[in-house]
Protein backbone atom coordinates (compact mmCIF):
# COMPACT_ATOMS: atom_id res chain seq x y z
CA UNK A 1 0.00 0.00 0.00
CA UNK A 2 1.34 3.44 -0.94
CA UNK A 3 0.40 6.67 0.79
CA UNK A 4 1.23 10.20 -0.75
CA UNK A 5 1.84 12.35 2.18
CA UNK A 6 2.72 15.81 1.92
CA UNK A 7 2.83 18.83 4.15
CA UNK A 8 1.39 22.32 3.84
CA UNK A 9 2.55 25.92 4.12
CA UNK A 10 1.40 25.38 8.13
CA UNK A 11 3.68 22.24 8.44
CA UNK A 12 0.27 20.09 8.48
CA UNK A 13 0.89 16.93 7.04
CA UNK A 14 -2.12 15.43 5.32
CA UNK A 15 -3.21 12.51 2.52
CA UNK A 16 -2.71 13.80 -0.68
CA UNK A 17 -4.62 11.80 -2.46
CA UNK A 18 -7.87 11.82 -0.28
CA UNK A 19 -7.84 16.04 0.18
CA UNK A 20 -6.86 18.30 -2.25
CA UNK A 21 -5.75 21.02 0.43
CA UNK A 22 -4.87 20.65 4.07
CA UNK A 23 -8.06 19.79 6.36
CA UNK A 24 -6.75 21.28 9.14
CA UNK A 25 -6.17 24.73 7.84
CA UNK A 26 -6.99 24.60 4.14
CA UNK A 27 -4.24 25.94 2.67
CA UNK A 28 -2.79 24.23 -0.31
CA UNK A 29 0.35 21.15 -0.18
CA UNK A 30 4.07 22.94 -0.30
CA UNK A 31 6.23 21.71 -3.15
CA UNK A 32 7.70 18.28 -1.38
CA UNK A 33 10.97 16.58 -2.21
CA UNK A 34 11.47 14.06 -4.70
CA UNK A 35 12.03 11.72 -1.26
CA UNK A 36 8.63 12.18 -0.36
CA UNK A 37 7.29 8.69 -1.04
CA UNK A 38 10.18 6.96 0.36
CA UNK A 39 9.63 9.27 3.84
CA UNK A 40 5.75 8.17 3.63
CA UNK A 41 7.25 4.60 3.88
CA UNK A 42 9.38 4.97 6.02
CA UNK A 43 6.70 6.66 8.48
CA UNK A 44 4.76 4.11 7.75
CA UNK A 45 7.20 1.52 8.50
CA UNK A 46 7.66 3.65 11.83
CA UNK A 47 4.31 3.96 12.86
CA UNK A 48 3.81 0.31 12.69
CA UNK A 49 6.49 -0.38 15.16
CA UNK A 50 4.35 2.14 17.43
CA UNK A 51 1.25 0.05 17.37
CA UNK A 52 1.88 -1.33 20.76
CA UNK A 53 1.54 2.32 22.00
CA UNK A 54 -1.88 3.07 23.48
CA UNK A 55 -1.90 6.36 21.91
CA UNK A 56 -0.96 5.80 19.02
CA UNK A 57 -3.87 2.65 18.70
CA UNK A 58 -6.57 5.21 19.83
CA UNK A 59 -5.28 8.17 17.05
CA UNK A 60 -5.62 5.32 14.56
CA UNK A 61 -8.80 3.79 15.62
CA UNK A 62 -10.50 7.60 15.80
CA UNK A 63 -8.97 9.25 12.93
CA UNK A 64 -7.74 6.80 10.43
CA UNK A 65 -4.06 5.74 9.69
CA UNK A 66 -3.30 8.78 7.47
CA UNK A 67 -4.61 11.57 10.01
CA UNK A 68 -2.95 9.26 13.05
CA UNK A 69 0.13 8.99 11.13
CA UNK A 70 -0.15 12.83 10.72
CA UNK A 71 -1.05 13.37 14.50
CA UNK A 72 2.07 11.15 16.23
CA UNK A 73 3.90 12.73 13.86
CA UNK A 74 3.16 16.28 15.28
CA UNK A 75 2.92 15.21 18.58
CA UNK A 76 6.63 13.86 18.49
CA UNK A 77 5.46 10.39 18.24
CA UNK A 78 7.31 9.95 15.02
CA UNK A 79 10.27 11.10 13.90
CA UNK A 80 9.97 14.26 11.73
CA UNK A 81 9.77 12.65 7.85
CA UNK A 82 11.33 15.54 6.15
CA UNK A 83 14.43 15.89 8.14
CA UNK A 84 16.43 18.92 6.46
CA UNK A 85 19.31 17.73 4.56
CA UNK A 86 22.83 18.05 6.42
CA UNK A 87 25.00 20.86 5.09
CA UNK A 88 27.90 19.46 2.94
CA UNK A 89 31.20 18.96 4.45
CA UNK A 90 33.76 21.66 3.12
CA UNK A 91 36.43 19.79 1.28
CA UNK A 92 40.32 19.80 2.84
CA UNK A 93 42.27 21.81 1.39
CA UNK A 94 46.05 20.58 0.42
CA UNK A 95 48.20 22.06 2.98
CA UNK A 96 52.27 22.35 1.83
CA UNK A 97 54.56 21.39 4.21
CA UNK A 98 52.53 20.58 6.76
CA UNK A 99 54.59 21.16 10.12
CA UNK A 100 54.07 17.54 12.92
CA UNK A 101 50.87 17.86 15.17
CA UNK A 102 52.23 19.14 18.62
CA UNK A 103 52.70 16.50 20.92
CA UNK A 104 49.76 16.54 23.59
CA UNK A 105 50.62 17.67 27.38
CA UNK A 106 50.42 14.77 29.80
CA UNK A 107 47.33 14.91 31.51
CA UNK A 108 47.53 16.26 34.86
CA UNK A 109 48.10 14.04 37.73
CA UNK A 110 45.17 13.41 39.84
CA UNK A 111 44.44 16.00 42.88
CA UNK A 112 46.43 14.49 45.60
CA UNK A 113 44.72 14.49 49.09
CA UNK A 114 45.98 17.43 51.03
CA UNK A 115 48.83 16.79 53.95
CA UNK A 116 48.02 17.02 57.64
CA UNK A 117 48.54 21.00 58.32
CA UNK A 118 51.66 20.47 61.02
CA UNK A 119 52.36 22.27 63.94
CA UNK A 120 53.28 25.45 64.02
CA UNK A 121 57.25 25.72 63.41
CA UNK A 122 59.80 28.46 64.72
CA UNK A 123 60.40 31.66 62.33
CA UNK A 124 64.25 31.19 61.19
CA UNK A 125 66.28 32.70 63.88
CA UNK A 126 70.17 33.24 64.06
CA UNK A 127 72.61 29.89 64.68
CA UNK A 128 73.52 29.91 67.78
CA UNK A 129 76.27 32.48 68.85
CA UNK A 130 79.40 30.91 70.77
CA UNK A 131 81.30 31.68 73.43
CA UNK A 132 83.95 34.70 72.95
CA UNK A 133 86.86 34.71 74.96
CA UNK A 134 86.14 37.66 76.73
CA UNK A 135 85.06 38.64 80.24
CA UNK A 136 81.81 40.10 79.45
CA UNK A 137 78.72 38.31 79.59
CA UNK A 138 77.57 39.00 76.12
CA UNK A 139 78.55 36.45 73.56
CA UNK A 140 79.66 37.59 70.06
CA UNK A 141 76.65 36.07 67.73
CA UNK A 142 78.05 33.42 64.58
CA UNK A 143 76.92 34.28 61.00
CA UNK A 144 72.76 33.25 60.51
CA UNK A 145 72.79 29.35 59.32
CA UNK A 146 69.86 27.89 58.37
CA UNK A 147 68.55 24.98 61.06
CA UNK A 148 69.73 21.26 60.12
CA UNK A 149 67.89 18.89 58.98
CA UNK A 150 67.13 16.22 61.79
CA UNK A 151 69.55 13.26 61.65
CA UNK A 152 67.42 10.07 61.89
CA UNK A 153 67.11 8.24 64.74
CA UNK A 154 65.49 5.86 66.75
CA UNK A 155 62.95 8.11 68.53
CA UNK A 156 61.80 11.06 65.66
CA UNK A 157 62.67 14.14 67.19
CA UNK A 158 59.36 16.45 68.68
CA UNK A 159 57.65 19.38 66.63
CA UNK A 160 58.64 22.59 68.45
CA UNK A 161 57.06 25.23 70.00
CA UNK A 162 56.89 28.57 68.13
CA UNK A 163 60.61 29.90 70.11
CA UNK A 164 62.70 30.60 67.47
CA UNK A 165 65.21 32.00 69.40
CA UNK A 166 68.43 29.88 69.27
CA UNK A 167 70.24 28.63 72.54
CA UNK A 168 73.38 31.22 73.12
CA UNK A 169 76.58 30.43 74.92
CA UNK A 170 78.11 31.65 78.05
CA UNK A 171 81.59 33.51 77.64
CA UNK A 172 84.52 31.83 78.44
CA UNK A 173 86.31 32.02 82.09
CA UNK A 174 89.13 34.20 82.54
CA UNK A 175 92.55 32.19 82.21
CA UNK A 176 94.75 31.38 85.31
CA UNK A 177 97.59 32.96 86.14
CA UNK A 178 100.55 31.73 84.54
CA UNK A 179 102.64 29.29 87.11
CA UNK A 180 105.60 31.18 89.26
CA UNK A 181 108.75 30.00 89.21
CA UNK A 182 112.43 31.04 90.44
CA UNK A 183 113.76 31.90 87.55
CA UNK A 184 114.84 35.30 87.18
CA UNK A 185 112.39 36.68 84.86
CA UNK A 186 109.00 35.02 86.80
CA UNK A 187 108.14 38.57 88.48
CA UNK A 188 108.74 40.14 85.15
CA UNK A 189 106.62 37.52 83.43
CA UNK A 190 103.76 37.79 86.15
CA UNK A 191 103.85 42.00 85.99
CA UNK A 192 103.32 41.82 82.18
CA UNK A 193 100.78 39.13 82.46
CA UNK A 194 98.86 41.38 84.74
CA UNK A 195 99.11 44.43 82.39
CA UNK A 196 97.88 42.83 79.54
CA UNK A 197 95.31 41.53 81.21
CA UNK A 198 94.18 44.65 82.92
CA UNK A 199 94.28 46.50 78.94
CA UNK A 200 92.02 43.40 77.99
CA UNK A 201 89.48 43.63 80.20
CA UNK A 202 89.30 47.52 79.60
CA UNK A 203 88.31 46.96 76.58
CA UNK A 204 92.09 48.07 74.99
CA UNK A 205 92.79 45.05 72.74
CA UNK A 206 94.88 46.63 70.11
CA UNK A 207 96.93 47.45 73.81
CA UNK A 208 96.70 44.12 74.95
CA UNK A 209 98.12 42.57 71.84
CA UNK A 210 101.22 44.22 71.96
CA UNK A 211 101.52 43.39 75.97
CA UNK A 212 101.21 39.86 75.35
CA UNK A 213 103.02 39.77 72.41
CA UNK A 214 106.10 41.29 74.06
CA UNK A 215 105.27 38.50 76.45
CA UNK A 216 105.51 35.86 74.04
CA UNK A 217 109.21 36.87 73.39
CA UNK A 218 110.02 36.85 77.41
CA UNK A 219 108.97 33.90 78.02
CA UNK A 220 110.69 31.87 75.66
CA UNK A 221 113.44 31.29 78.27
CA UNK A 222 111.05 30.10 80.75
CA UNK A 223 108.80 26.77 81.26
CA UNK A 224 106.39 25.47 78.57
CA UNK A 225 103.99 26.24 80.22
CA UNK A 226 104.51 29.74 80.98
CA UNK A 227 105.65 29.84 76.97
CA UNK A 228 101.97 28.17 76.06
CA UNK A 229 100.09 30.80 78.49
CA UNK A 230 101.25 33.46 76.75
CA UNK A 231 100.75 32.03 73.51
CA UNK A 232 97.38 31.07 74.18
CA UNK A 233 97.16 35.43 75.75
CA UNK A 234 98.00 36.00 72.04
CA UNK A 235 95.98 34.11 70.65
CA UNK A 236 92.55 34.90 72.45
CA UNK A 237 93.13 38.96 71.94
CA UNK A 238 93.66 38.60 68.12
CA UNK A 239 90.79 36.61 68.00
CA UNK A 240 88.84 39.21 70.23
CA UNK A 241 89.94 41.67 67.59
CA UNK A 242 88.87 39.61 64.98
CA UNK A 243 85.23 39.53 66.12
CA UNK A 244 84.97 43.01 67.44
CA UNK A 245 86.94 45.04 64.87
CA UNK A 246 87.03 42.31 62.17
CA UNK A 247 90.26 43.91 60.62
CA UNK A 248 92.89 41.27 61.95
CA UNK A 249 94.12 40.84 58.13
CA UNK A 250 95.51 43.93 58.31
CA UNK A 251 97.89 43.43 60.74
CA UNK A 252 99.19 39.68 59.04
CA UNK A 253 102.53 39.84 57.28
CA UNK A 254 102.07 39.50 54.20
CA UNK A 255 98.67 40.69 53.76
CA UNK A 256 96.12 38.16 52.53
CA UNK A 257 94.99 38.53 49.28
CA UNK A 258 91.22 38.71 50.76
CA UNK A 259 89.70 38.89 54.42
CA UNK A 260 87.59 35.93 55.06
CA UNK A 261 86.30 34.28 58.19
CA UNK A 262 89.43 32.06 58.32
CA UNK A 263 92.19 34.25 57.34
CA UNK A 264 90.79 36.49 60.52
CA UNK A 265 91.23 33.91 62.62
CA UNK A 266 94.45 32.37 60.75
CA UNK A 267 97.24 34.47 63.48
CA UNK A 268 95.25 32.98 66.29
CA UNK A 269 95.43 29.19 65.13
CA UNK A 270 99.37 29.49 64.61
CA UNK A 271 99.73 30.52 68.64
CA UNK A 272 96.84 27.60 69.59
CA UNK A 273 98.76 25.33 68.05
CA UNK A 274 102.12 26.83 69.51
CA UNK A 275 100.10 26.81 72.54
CA UNK A 276 98.64 23.15 72.54
CA UNK A 277 102.17 21.53 71.08
CA UNK A 278 103.93 22.99 74.44
CA UNK A 279 101.04 22.15 76.53
CA UNK A 280 98.08 19.87 75.33
CA UNK A 281 95.95 19.67 78.46
CA UNK A 282 95.10 23.44 78.49
CA UNK A 283 91.47 23.67 78.68
CA UNK A 284 91.62 26.99 78.07
CA UNK A 285 93.34 26.68 74.73
CA UNK A 286 91.58 23.56 73.31
CA UNK A 287 87.80 25.46 74.46
CA UNK A 288 89.17 28.72 71.77
CA UNK A 289 90.46 26.01 68.96
CA UNK A 290 87.11 24.48 69.15
CA UNK A 291 85.57 28.00 68.94
CA UNK A 292 87.10 29.50 66.18
CA UNK A 293 86.13 26.06 64.42
CA UNK A 294 82.59 26.38 65.14
CA UNK A 295 82.91 29.84 63.84
CA UNK A 296 85.08 29.18 60.71
CA UNK A 297 81.92 26.35 59.87
CA UNK A 298 83.53 23.19 61.05
CA UNK A 299 81.07 21.97 63.50
CA UNK A 300 82.89 18.16 63.88
CA UNK A 301 86.28 19.64 64.95
CA UNK A 302 84.80 21.91 67.34
CA UNK A 303 82.93 19.39 69.04
CA UNK A 304 86.35 17.51 69.36
CA UNK A 305 87.93 20.15 70.88
CA UNK A 306 85.06 21.06 73.12
CA UNK A 307 85.58 17.92 74.54
CA UNK A 308 89.41 18.11 74.70
CA UNK A 309 88.49 20.99 77.26
CA UNK A 310 86.52 19.12 78.76
CA UNK A 311 88.95 16.08 79.25
CA UNK A 312 91.12 18.58 80.81
CA UNK A 313 88.52 19.89 83.13
CA UNK A 314 85.70 18.12 83.73
CA UNK A 315 84.03 21.35 85.08
CA UNK A 316 84.19 23.81 82.08
CA UNK A 317 81.16 24.81 81.80
CA UNK A 318 81.51 27.27 78.39
CA UNK A 319 82.83 23.73 76.54
CA UNK A 320 79.51 22.33 77.77
CA UNK A 321 77.45 25.21 76.98
CA UNK A 322 79.21 25.55 73.16
CA UNK A 323 79.22 22.07 72.42
CA UNK A 324 75.43 21.92 73.65
CA UNK A 325 74.70 24.56 71.61
CA UNK A 326 76.22 22.37 68.42
CA UNK A 327 74.17 19.48 69.43
CA UNK A 328 71.54 21.45 69.52
CA UNK A 329 72.34 23.10 65.76
CA UNK A 330 72.71 19.81 64.41
CA UNK A 331 69.13 18.47 65.90
CA UNK A 332 70.59 16.08 68.46
CA UNK A 333 68.28 17.07 71.10
CA UNK A 334 69.14 14.63 73.48
CA UNK A 335 73.18 15.16 73.56
CA UNK A 336 72.16 19.05 73.56
CA UNK A 337 69.76 18.44 77.01
CA UNK A 338 72.67 16.42 78.68
CA UNK A 339 75.31 19.09 78.25
CA UNK A 340 72.85 22.09 79.18
CA UNK A 341 72.31 20.29 82.34
CA UNK A 342 75.75 19.45 83.17
CA UNK A 343 76.52 23.44 82.43
CA UNK A 344 74.33 24.19 84.74
CA UNK A 345 75.32 21.82 86.99
CA UNK A 346 78.88 23.08 87.15
CA UNK A 347 77.01 27.01 87.09
CA UNK A 348 73.96 27.35 88.31
CA UNK A 349 74.10 31.19 87.91
CA UNK A 350 75.02 31.72 84.33
CA UNK A 351 72.13 32.82 82.68
CA UNK A 352 72.65 31.72 79.24
CA UNK A 353 72.40 28.25 80.24
CA UNK A 354 69.19 28.39 81.69
CA UNK A 355 67.96 30.57 78.47
CA UNK A 356 69.19 27.84 76.31
CA UNK A 357 68.54 25.29 78.05
CA UNK A 358 64.33 26.73 78.15
CA UNK A 359 64.72 27.26 74.37
CA UNK A 360 65.10 23.59 73.74
CA UNK A 361 62.49 22.38 76.13
CA UNK A 362 60.22 23.95 73.60
CA UNK A 363 61.65 21.31 71.05
CA UNK A 364 60.05 18.99 73.60
CA UNK A 365 56.69 20.70 73.20
CA UNK A 366 57.39 21.21 77.01
CA UNK A 367 56.06 24.62 77.26
CA UNK A 368 55.72 24.53 81.61
CA UNK A 369 59.34 24.06 81.88
CA UNK A 370 60.53 26.21 78.78
CA UNK A 371 58.92 29.24 80.76
CA UNK A 372 60.79 28.00 84.62
CA UNK A 373 63.99 28.14 82.85
CA UNK A 374 64.04 31.61 80.86
CA UNK A 375 62.17 32.84 84.06
CA UNK A 376 64.87 31.50 85.97
CA UNK A 377 67.50 33.17 83.37
CA UNK A 378 65.12 36.71 84.25
CA UNK A 379 65.88 36.14 87.83
CA UNK A 380 69.46 35.64 87.51
CA UNK A 381 69.26 38.86 85.45
CA UNK A 382 67.09 40.98 85.32
CA UNK A 383 67.83 43.12 81.92
CA UNK A 384 68.48 39.49 79.96
CA UNK A 385 66.23 40.30 76.91
CA UNK A 386 67.55 36.87 75.19
CA UNK A 387 65.67 35.28 78.22
CA UNK A 388 62.71 37.81 77.54
CA UNK A 389 62.44 37.87 73.81
CA UNK A 390 61.78 33.86 74.11
CA UNK A 391 59.11 34.39 77.15
CA UNK A 392 57.26 36.66 75.07
CA UNK A 393 57.21 34.24 72.12
CA UNK A 394 55.66 31.22 74.32
CA UNK A 395 52.82 34.31 75.51
CA UNK A 396 54.46 35.38 78.91
CA UNK A 397 54.97 38.63 79.60
CA UNK A 398 57.73 40.23 82.24
Request: net charge negative; glycine share 4%.
Amino acid sequence: MSTRLVRCVEGHIYDADAHSQCPSCASTADAAPASTQLAADGAYVAASSLLASRKLRLLIFSTGIVAALASAWAAGLLPDPFPPAPDPEPQAKPVQNEKAPATPEPPAPPPTKPAPEPLPTPTPAPAAPTATPEASPSPVPTPAAPPPTPEPSAKPAPEPLPVPAAPTPSPTPPPQSPPSNSSPSSSELQSTYDQGEALFYKGDYRAAFAVFDKLVGMSQSADNKSKALAYYMRARTSVQIANIEGDTCKAMLPPPPSCTTATKYEPASRDLAQSLELDPDQADANFLTGFIAEKTGDKRKAIDFYTYALRANRDYGPAYNNRGTIYFDLHQLDLAMADYNEAIRVDPQNAWTWANRGVLFTFYHNKKQAISDLNRALDIDPNFAYARDNLRRLGVRR
